[in-house]
């Protein structure tokens, strides 16, 4: 599916992430959460190429999608209380 795939992917993985991820610092707003869950998609399939799990025309699934999602939202959310603290 390529890029379009991984996008629409993204999308999903951002709002089922948002979801998932407990706390008051998350994103906020339609846009921000498609694009930080691409962001995740794009994570993932980077990743798990890396390591062997995908071939190199193969991209992340939407579980592969969503935890990258997460794990974009959990430094999102570290970032955010540095700023905030100092």
Do not use: D
């Not at 999308?11 to 694009?35: H, Q, Y």
């Not at 794009?42 to 992340?60: K, R």
Request: hydrophobic share 55%; net charge positive; aromatic share 10%.
């Amino acid at each position: 599916m390529g890029i379009i795939g991984t996008i629409i992917i993204g999308f999903l993985a951002g709002v089922v992430a948002k979801f998932i991820t407990p706390g008051s610092n998350e994103p906020s707003g339609f846009i921000l959460t498609t694009i930080l869950g691409i962001v995740g998609a794009f994570v993932a399939t980077y990743l798990g190429q890396a390591m062997g799990w995908y071939g190199p025309g193969e991209g992340a699934g939407l579980i592969g999608a969503v935890v990258g999602a997460v794990i974009v939202l959990v430094v999102w959310a570290m970032l955010f209380n540095r700023r905030s603290a100092a």
